[in-house]
């Protein structure tokens, strides 16, 4: 299965060297391309892409209010968002959860983890890149802006035991296999509990699980841990994926 992207960026020069690496790859094509939020908008609606890579900073609408359009969509619900940015700022990485972006890119990255991203928000995981530490970004979650509540702590009565505590581990930045490991069952089965919390809770992906798991309470920050060198989300490769070129 193809996966296909529009790219959102002001840069003519950027989109067309992504563009370049992304159709070099068996596995992905670009089906359009927007200098600013509003075309990014207009141009999901008309093409339906699995995966936007969205800038922030664009004139006109920015990339956080063309996400939070696109991801409040019911139409464009099987879209999901990227953002791709230089300005990597906990706030931002916050913002742009709270907007529904199923991930979190520094434009410093490499062609391969660029295009490893792709695949796995396609694929419906969640990505955040390494400077968005877990601690900072979840106080932001933590304390959500007036009207961005996703879901409130009543919500987490319609989830089973079994399913609080792989919410629980998923906003910890668990992976399936860990999960699994931890709580003595299958990774499919794993899957399964994350897939059904999302269902009751009204989660479009793993991202927007781990905010609600802060928001509502579920998840919380201990104030003496210290931040991990890791993201707040693991980058999980899909299966079968196809290996990215060099450039």
Known sequence: M???VLLADDQALLRATFHLLIDSCDDMEVVAEA?????AVELTRLHHPDVVVMDIRMPGTDGLAATATICGDPLLAPTRVLILTTFEIDEYVARALRAGASGFLGKDIGAADLLTGI???ASGEALLSPLATRALVARFLATPEPGSQLASPERLTTLTAREREVTTLVAQGRANDEIARLLLISPLT???????AMAKLGARDRAQLVVIAY???LA???PTSPAPAEGLL???EPEHAQPPPTW
Not at 190 to 196: E, F, K, L, P, V
């Open 35 to 39: 200098a600013d939020g509003a075309e």
């Open 220 to 222: 919380t920050v201990a």
């Open 215 to 217: 928001q509502s309470g």
């Open 190 to 196: 794993a899957r399964t509990h994350i897939h059904h």
């Open 2 to 4: 193809t996966i296909r």
């Open 234 to 236: 693991r980058c999980v």
């Open 119 to 121: 695949r796995t928000v």
